[in-house]
């Protein structure tokens, strides 16, 4: 099974509003990633999560704030988003270890009003 | 900053055609991924080279890693319409836990009946 699950699938916010995406996998990685992704772009990376431990935060505003409670969930908190921050929002997993594979959820479209 | 250069960018062709991409970089990569996507979803891993020089097939899609594992190219034998999508290599750099990936710019591809 290389299964990761994102929830939810579509999520309309206003600037204002407070939300949380969610992320899980059961293959006992344990590396974990969000990803942002704008139309016909590749995906760039936001965070990446080692041993439950934030490794790489590239830079990413802090109303983007990641959160990893045990080693098959991923979480990320939203708050006081930009329309410009509108995407697919992109959960994926790895060993952690040897070739590293990545693999991808199905992704929560994001809408910010 | 390391670069993965992809091409094409776009492809249009007939069903029944043959294709091939190409990733280039001056870098060294562990291991490289090859994922395809479809609008609105995750990308979906269709294969991990690790051996420089390996070639590896899927169906009518084939794999190559160059001898250096700094290039790559994807293959595919009379493309079918169910071929559409956009095709992304990524390269990880290092065996470390939580590698980042190196994402090429993508190559969307269009097979018409």
């Known amino acids: 099974d290389t299964e990761v699950t994102q929830t939810p699938k579509h999520l309309v916010m206003g600037m204002t509003n407070k939300k949380s995406l969610k992320c899980e996998q059961h293959?006992?990685?344990?590396?974990m990633y969000w990803y942002k992704q704008k139309a016909k772009k590749p995906p760039e990376l936001m965070f990446v999560?080692?041993?439950?431990?934030?490794?790489i935060n590239e830079s990413v505003p802090s109303r983007f704030s990641p959160e990893c409670p045990n080693s098959s969930l991923l979480n990320l908190h939203l708050h006081a988003l930009q329309p410009e921050d509108s995407a697919l929002y992109l959960c994926?997993?790895?060993?952690?270890?040897?070739?590293?594979?990545?693999?991808f959820g199905p992704g929560t479209r994001l809408t910010v009003l | 900053t390391q670069l993965l250069e992809q091409s094409p960018q776009f492809l249009s062709i007939q069903e029944g055609e043959n294709l091939t991409v190409y990733c280039n970089s001056s870098?060294?990569?562990?291991?490289l991924q090859w994922y395809r996507q479809e609008p609105g979803e995750g990308p979906v891993l269709l294969v991990t080279?690790?051996?420089?020089?390996e070639v590896k097939k899927l169906k009518r899609l084939t794999f190559q890693f160059g001898d250096a594992r700094k290039d790559s190219s994807l293959h595919i034998t009379a493309a079918q319409t169910g071929d559409t999508g956009l095709y992304l290599c990524?390269?990880?750099?290092?065996?470390?836990?939580?590698?980042?990936?190196?994402f090429g710019k993508g190559t969307t591809l269009s097979v018409s009946s």
């Open positions: 990524a390269g990880a750099q290092a065996n470390q836990a939580g590698t980042a990936l190196i």
């Open positions: 994926a997993s790895s060993q952690g270890e040897g070739p590293d594979t990545q693999y």
């Open positions: 293959m006992g990685h344990r590396a």
């Open positions: 080279v690790v051996t420089g020089g």
């Open positions: 870098s060294v990569f562990s291991s």
């Open positions: 999560y080692s041993y439950e431990k934030l490794s």
